[in-house]
């Protein structure tokens, strides 16, 4: 049995930005949360002003993770559920797969 995968590597790399800015996202607000918490615990600065860019930086964070995940669920609901099935199987709906 040979099976020709040829879109198994490309369709796995489909989906590598989307876990870096996800990824890239949590990171920032872990820095932004224990910066902050750094700040208002160590030094003299103005608690209120701390907490408001805080809130402020989280919520972009936020809208942002809303946005991208709005544009992935209507990116799925364009699909077939043809192209939805081969995709969450790996394979490219577009490629040729040959099993001998």
Do not use: W
Not at 48 to 57: F, K, Q, S, Y
Not at 58 to 82: G, Q
């Amino acid at each position: 049995m040979r099976a020709a995968l040829s879109g198994t590597r490309r369709a796995q790399l489909n989906g590598l930005p989307l876990y870096l800015l996800f990824l890239f996202i949590s990171i920032i607000f872990l820095l932004v949360n224990v910066t902050c918490a750094l700040l208002v615990k160590m030094t003299k600065a103005d608690r209120e002003t701390v907490v408001l860019v805080r809130v402020a930086i989280n919520d972009t964070l936020f809208v942002l993770c809303a946005v991208s995940l709005s544009m992935c669920l209507y990116k799925i609901a364009k699909m077939s559920l043809a192209n939805i099935y081969l995709e969450s199987k790996f394979l490219n709906p577009g490629n040729e797969q040959t099993i001998h």
